[in-house]
């Protein structure tokens, strides 16, 4: 208890049992890591969205590789943006978790190459998207091998938890490793991951059969450190205590009250979560 305590003195408390735990790590310690980091202090965010993952060439959003240096030169040179995250929502041949290869229906692969590079020289982060917890169902023939086995025999209804994080690893090492290669990105964004709650999997097929729950926050972990390892800044989709360390970004970390005057007025939140990771 906390009889003298408020908000800010809960926050503080937390605080420093966060960083007891290992949960805790700044971006100035970040930086240290990786120097790339710091790219991210006041870049603007942008998503390049071209249909994907839910289409793989969707004609209303279709965007060629050329178009992305465009986009890349005309954020730097006229609009004057010093610092940007661009993560491109497409250039896939293939729906998740598989992906690669790019897709060459979007211009060459040195048109891609030279996208990325524009963006590099001009100081900007640039990555790709990824999402190795989703598979949907139109593929056929479905990959038992790597599905998401509830313990009641089923296979998950919504396509964005259908993998199963033992698997995730997997995809990371291949997919990652080959773009890298390939473009030389220095960012990656990791869709839904940090979404949804930990599950368990009863896929005889897998390793650690059956899967616990703790296993699977220790999976998405081991992801993030992964991809970390490689030299990239990594995000994700919402943010969560058990990820901060191992997570540079997230577009889903904002706090607010309902958008009515009325609840805006008797309902402001205080952004415990901000106070404590800052």
């Known amino acids: 208890f906390m009889p003298e305590g408020n908000y800010v003195t809960m926050a503080k408390y937390y ?5 007891e735990k290992g949960l805790f790590k700044t971006l100035k310690e970040k930086i240290r890591e990786n120097p790339e980091v710091e790219k991210l202090l006041g870049a603007v965010y942008l998503i390049l969205y071209g249909g994907y993952p839910h289409y793989v ?4 959003m279709k965007f060629t590789y050329k178009d992305v240096k465009r986009i890349v030169r005309d954020l730097h040179d006229n609009l004057k ?6 993560i491109l929502w ?9 992906q690669l290869p790019f897709n060459k229906k979007l211009g060459s692969i040195e048109d891609l ?10 100081g900007y982060l640039f990555g790709f998207y990824h999402v190795p917890c989703a598979m949907f169902m139109e593929e056929v023939p479905l990959n038992v091998g790597v599905v998401r086995i509830d313990k009641d025999g089923s296979i998950p209804m919504s396509r964005w938890n259908r993998v199963c994080s033992s698997i995730f690893i997997k995809y990371a090492k291949k997919n990652l490793r080959e773009e890298l290669k390939i473009t030389n990105q220095n960012a990656d964004y990791e869709d839904v991951i940090t979404v949804h709650n930990f599950m368990e999997c009863y896929n005889k097929k897998h390793h650690n059969y059956p899967m616990t729950r703790t296993d699977d926050k220790i999976n998405r972990i081991k992801l993030f450190r992964h991809i970390r390892s490689l030299g990239l800044i990594v995000g994700s989709e919402f943010i969560q205590d058990y990820i901060v360390a191992v997570c540079d970004y997230c577009h889903g ?3 607010r009250a309902k958008q009515t ?3 805006l007025y008797w309902n402001i939140r205080v952004p415990l979560f901000n106070l404590v990771y800052h």
């Open 15 to 19: 605080r420093s049992y966060a960083r």
């Open 90 to 98: 497409g250039g896939f041949s293939k729906p998740p978790p598989k």
């Open 81 to 86: 943006v010093p610092r940007s995250l661009i």
């Open 261 to 263: 005057p009325v609840h």
């Open 57 to 60: 060439n969707y004609p209303p």
């Open 113 to 122: 190459i030279d996208a990325v590079k524009t963006a590099k020289v001009n």
């Open 253 to 255: 970390g904002k706090y």
